[in-house]
């Protein structure tokens, strides 16, 4: 199975984008998913996670900004980001969770490529 993020770009603050995460090979649709963020110098921080029946979980910082959605026909889980801030300006990568809900990247055991995402003020 391979992971490929996509969707990010440069946009100005307030802006929205969406990232798509695609994966090939096997279906992930038993899985959970999640999205996680490395800005510059900092370590990879959890965003969102959504479980194989639908259920999500979010960072404090981006609760009510972001969604976590994902369409198991498509193979495909996507991550909805408004009122973006400078703050959120990261690559953002996605990851396939092996076990229980985790906000930890130790506990996913696949990750796509990331793709940047810059926001400007």
């Known amino acids: 199975v391979q992971l490929q993020a996509s969707g990010g770009g440069l946009v100005q603050a307030g802006d929205s984008l969406r990232l798509s995460c695609a994966a090939s090979g096997r279906t992930i649709s038993s899985y959970a998913m999640g999205w996680f963020r490395q800005a510059p110098g900092k370590e990879r921080d959890f965003v969102a996670s959504i479980s194989w029946a639908g259920g999500t979980y979010y960072a404090d910082s981006v609760k009510g900004r972001f969604t976590i959605s994902r369409d198991n026909a498509k193979n495909t889980v996507y991550l909805q980001m408004n009122s973006l801030k400078p703050e959120d300006t990261a690559v953002y990568y996605c990851?396939?969770?092996?076990?229980?809900?985790?906000?930890?990247?130790?506990?996913?055991?696949?990750w796509g490529q990331g793709t940047q995402v810059t926001v400007s003020s």
């Open positions: 990851a396939r969770l092996r076990g229980g809900l985790s906000t930890q990247p130790a506990s996913y055991d696949l």
